[in-house]
């Protein structure tokens, strides 16, 4: 009979951590979904922290993770639209999708989550975005979407690390997309009490 070596079996347990929450640059990940998400991104010249992740429901089906970057963690919707510099939601798809009903479920949320008056306003840009979908034919298990706020320069999205559109320069149109993951009516409450660190990620 073999005798189990409880040092050994400690020193394993600690590699087998380290392997899964560092990637090959050293950056702390939680796995959300199936997915890794580093605990600190980039967007522009900025650093951000991860101030929650989880992953979006619809009925019983996972169809995309989300994790929010911010530049100092928040607690509240109202403190993270009004919070300055730049912010990122990045959004990991956990099944393939049509990509255009995909967008219109985004604009549906944004009928949801915000009033006439924010909507008509920014008419312009909402229309853009719905069309960004239209270019695409299908989001794929594991293709990524960046919707970045960069000073300076405005809302910025990028699918699969390329940017899609050219930036829109109103804040205002940022915090209405956020709106739809952290406003009154959010597209999964699970998942806003994840986004606002108030869950565990989940996997």
């Known amino acids: 009979m073999v005798r189990s070596n409880p040092g050994r079996s400690i020193l394993l347990s600690l590699a087998a951590a380290l392997v899964f929450t560092c990637n090959a640059a050293g950056a702390a990940t939680v796995a959300v979904g199936g997915f890794p998400y ?21 009925l ?11 530049t100092d963690k928040k607690k509240t919707p109202a403190e993270i639209y009004a919070a300055p510099g730049a912010k990122r939601m990045r959004l990991v798809m956990q099944r393939t999708v049509n990509a255009e009903e995909f967008g219109q479920a985004f604009l549906t949320g944004i009928q949801q989550t915000s ?10 840009p909402l229309m853009k975005f719905g069309q960004l979908f239209a270019t695409v034919p299908e989001l794929k298990k594991g293709d990524t979407i960046a919707i970045d706020y960069v000073p300076g320069q405005g809302t910025v999205i990028l699918i699969n690390g390329k940017q899609a559109a050219e930036p829109t320069a109103d804040p205002g149109f940022y915090t209405m997309l956020l709106k739809i993951w952290l406003g009154d009516k959010p597209a999964d409450t699970k998942l806003k009490n994840a ?9």
């Open 195 to 203: 986004l606002l660190g108030e869950a565990d990620a989940g996997s």
């Open 60 to 70: 019983i089906f996972p169809v995309y993770s989300a994790g929010l970057y911010l």
């Open 115 to 124: 009033d006439k008056a924010e909507r008509t306003r920014l008419i312009e």
């Open 38 to 58: 580093d605990e600190s991104s980039r967007a522009g010249s900025q650093d951000l922290k991860l101030n929650g992740a989880g992953v979006r429901f619809k």
